[in-house]
T-cell receptor, first 115, second 111 residues
Framework: AQSVSQHNHHVILSEAASLELGCNYS??????LFWYVQYPGQHLQLLLK??????LVKGIKGFEAEFIKSKFSFNLRKPSVQWSDTAEYFC?????????????FGKGTKLSVKP | KAGVTQTPRYLIKTRGQQVTLSCSPI?????VSWYQQTPGQGLQFLFE???????NKGNFPGRFSGRQFSNSRSEMNVSTLELGDSALYLC??????????FGSGTRLTVV
């Protein structure tokens, strides 16, 4: 079965700094990859997803992610963070195991942006 | 269109009791998945229902069960509650099983 690891538990940045959050998945072959964000007190929202095609995926709120198959990675990036980006970020991969697949999440990375 | 609605938002139960949580998916979505979110374990998959049938199940004990009705609404039941069941329970709906939209969750506290 698939697994997902996120390298950083907590990242603290100042406004306007660049962001890169690491995500690695365990299994090769066809993968569907996702990044979700959970703002304080809010529900999980989809930031972006990759199914196939251009490995550089653009999402909402200026976020992008790059799928690198050879590295089993799907890192999330943003050139300049804002205080409003303070949230927890989850990388997820679609697991095709069992009779039907399911979404497997990493443990999450908390991002704190200092104004 | 209305999002995924979970009720209740908060719940406090005593050890040994049972609890039922409800999820109304986005209109037209036939797949409903449930996740448990805790600070230590993160988001863990409980089960998924599609057209009233459980299609997939995670590694949780039999005390955790669910069902889906003909209108795609789903309920999750936890019997004989333990302190460790305290968590945020999230429901997600989708058309076929990918591209989840999540609800706000039910925060269950077991005392």
């Amino acid at each position: 079965a698939q697994s997902v690891s996120q390298h950083n538990h907590h990242v603290i940045l100042s406004e306007a700094a660049s962001l890169e959050l690491g995500c690695n998945y365990s299994y090769g072959g066809t993968v569907n990859l996702f990044w979700y964000v959970q703002y304080p007190g809010q529900h999980l929202q989809l930031l972006l997803k990759y199914f196939s095609g251009d490995p550089l995926v653009k999402g909402i709120k200026g976020f992008e992610a790059e799928f690198i198959k050879s590295k089993f990675s799907f890192n999330l990036r943003k050139p300049s963070v804002q205080w409003s980006d303070t949230a927890e970020y989850f990388c997820a991969v679609w697991n095709y195991g069992g009779s039907q697949g399911n979404l497997i999440f990493g443990k999450g990375t908390k991002l704190s942006v200092k104004p | 269109k209305a999002g995924v609605t979970q009720t209740p938002r908060y719940l406090i139960k005593t050890r040994g009791q049972q609890v039922t949580l409800s999820c109304s998916p986005i209109s037209g979505h036939r797949s409903v998945s449930w996740y448990q979110q805790t600070p230590g374990q993160g988001l863990q998959f409980l089960f998924e229902y599609f057209s009233e049938t459980q299609r997939n199940k995670g590694n949780f004990p039999g005390r955790f069960s669910g069902r889906q009705f003909s209108n795609s609404r789903s309920e999750m039941n936890v019997s004989t509650l333990e302190l460790g069941d305290s968590a945020l329970y999230l429901c997600a709906s989708s058309l076929q099983g990918e591209g989840y939209t999540f609800g706000s969750g039910t925060r269950l506290t077991v005392v």
